[in-house]
């Protein structure tokens, strides 16, 4: 069957939403959140159409897939990280927001223990019982991850379709974006409720245990926390956070590299090791510390000659990444536009130099972002090795810095980039269709 989703996107996989900065306010607690419902009830000040247009779309496309009306839709948003790379396992700060996209998921109950799910993305069918199954290193692997984490009984099999407008390994969080869309479809469909830090859990779970990348938490807490029109300021030892008001005059761009490495899950685990093996050689001078979040420069310093020079760049990153989101959070809060940009920047620097995770392109579209008058601040964003970048830019001038980051990239790299223009979206939901 043809992808009826087409239509939605532009060329280079994103899409330019209708401008929907005035997005609604989320409905109670728990209960499943309805824009046009809210909207009515002047909860909200206008509706996001273009999620509209897409639950509409996900919901005929499911209709012509198993000739019936799906009984739950829910959506989980993408995020895009402002700044606080690879701090997330090290106890430390992250400043993230959701993005508009996300990905929907569309289902109802069968009477039977079946289970078929269909991805409008990659036009694959996966299916097996609700008691038996495996990791396959499929998509279906996030599906079962959070099956086998959900601490109610899966009552009947049921038949979903999945659609995501976030490109895939983009370093958006599609990963946990289906994650947290699937737990909220099944608290759905399964009518259970689950507290919205043990939902971000069991997502975390499912992708470190089942899945086996050994994330973060940001992701997965991103898109269960976010609230519209904010940064969520989060520290990752305490989960404390704040909401953060993102300023309405800016527009967040994201630039997709258009690569993709397949040694990301492995880079990614290695990055894991080398700063717990700094972690490790300052304890032997410092036992009380937990995380490199309790670490100072002083202290690694000290510890140095017990680590190899790898571990250290990766722990000296960690360090002054925490100090940087703290430091742009205050920036932020005076509009500091001078060291908000200077702090991406070196945010990017310590990424790329310390961490390791960037590449020549990468590195190029921060620099030819940054360098351009409306752009407020550019950096690498989720784990890097490939992905994004994220800029923030002057509402307004989307279509212009696309066309002149484009035009750049294209002739240095002979690549071509994608975009997506966002505003800090709201969190996950889902509703009864009937
Ligand atoms: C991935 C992980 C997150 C975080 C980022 C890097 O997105 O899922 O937990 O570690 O990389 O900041």
């Given at each position: 069957m043809k992808n009826g989703f087409q239509k939605f996107l532009l060329p280079g996989g994103g899409y330019i939403s209708k401008d929907?900065?005035?997005?609604?306010?989320?409905?109670?607690?728990?209960?499943?959140?309805?824009?046009?419902?809210?909207?009515?009830?002047?909860?909200?000040?206008?509706?996001?159409?273009?999620?509209?247009?897409?639950?509409?779309?996900?919901?005929?496309?499911?209709?012509?897939?198993?000739?019936?009306?799906?009984?739950?839709?829910?959506?989980?948003?993408?995020?895009?990280?402002?700044?606080?790379?690879?701090?997330?396992y090290n106890g430390g700060f992250v400043l993230p927001v959701a993005l508009k996209q996300g990905t929907y998921i569309a289902g109802a109950k069968r009477k039977d223990k079946k289970i078929i799910v269909y991805s409008e993305n990659l036009n694959e069918k996966e299916a097996w019982k609700t008691e038996n199954y495996e990791k396959e290193e499929s998509f279906g692997d996030f599906i079962r991850g959070i099956l086998k984490f959900f601490p109610f009984e899966i009552t009947s099999g049921f038949e979903a379709i999945i659609y995501s407008d976030l490109p895939m390994s983009s370093g958006l969080s599609s990963s946990a974006a289906l994650e947290i869309s699937f737990l909220y479809f099944l608290m759905g469909l399964e009518g259970r409720k689950i507290d919205k830090i043990e939902a971000v859990k069991i997502a975390r779970r499912a992708e470190n245990e089942f899945v086996g990348l050994q994330c973060g938490i940001m992701d997965q807490f991103t898109s269960v926390f976010a609230e519209e029109g904010h940064l969520?300021?989060?520290?990752?030892?305490?989960?404390?956070?704040?909401?953060?008001p993102f300023p309405n005059i800016w527009k967040i761009a994201v630039v997709d590299s258009g690569i993709r490495r397949e040694l990301r899950?492995?880079?990614?685990?290695?990055?894991?090791?080398?700063?717990?093996?700094?972690?490790?050689?300052?304890?032997?001078?410092?036992?009380?510390?937990?995380?490199?979040?309790?670490?100072s420069e002083e202290m690694l310093f000290e510890a140095r000659k017990f680590m190899g020079n790898t571990a250290f760049r990766r722990a000296m990153h960690v360090i002054s990444e925490n100090q940087r989101v703290v430091e742009f959070v205050e920036y932020l809060g005076k509009m500091d536009l001078c060291m908000i940009e200077k702090t991406m920047k070196l945010a990017h620097q310590s990424l790329s130099e310390d961490f390791d995770v960037s590449l020549p392109e990468l590195d190029f579209l921060v620099e030819a972002a940054s360098s351009l008058p409306?752009?407020?601040?550019?950096?690498?964003?989720?784990?890097?090795?490939?992905?994004?970048?994220?800029?923030?830019?002057?509402?307004?001038?989307?279509?212009?810095?696309?066309?002149?980051?484009?035009?750049?990239?294209?002739?240095?790299?002979?690549?071509?980039?994608?975009?997506i223009f966002s505003y800090p979206s709201f969190s996950a939901y889902y509703e009864y269709t009937s």
């Open positions: 929907a900065e005035e997005i609604p306010k989320q409905g109670e607690k728990g209960k499943g959140y309805k824009p046009w419902e809210a909207f009515q009830k002047g909860i909200g000040k206008s509706v996001p159409l273009m999620l509209c247009e897409v639950k509409e779309k996900i919901t005929s496309v499911f209709k012509t897939r198993f000739g019936k009306k799906p009984g739950v839709v829910s959506f989980a948003p993408g995020r895009v990280n402002i700044i606080g790379g690879h701090t997330d969520l300021f989060l520290d990752t030892r305490n989960l404390k956070y704040k909401h953060i899950t492995s880079e990614y685990n290695k990055r894991r090791e080398e700063c717990k093996m700094a972690l490790k050689a300052v304890k032997s001078l410092y036992p009380e510390v937990m995380t490199l979040r309790d670490v409306y752009v407020y601040g550019a950096r690498l964003t989720g784990a890097g090795f490939g992905g994004s970048i994220v800029a923030i830019i002057k509402k307004g001038k989307e279509k212009k810095f696309a066309e002149e980051v484009e035009k750049e990239y294209m002739e240095r790299f002979s690549r071509k980039a994608s975009f």
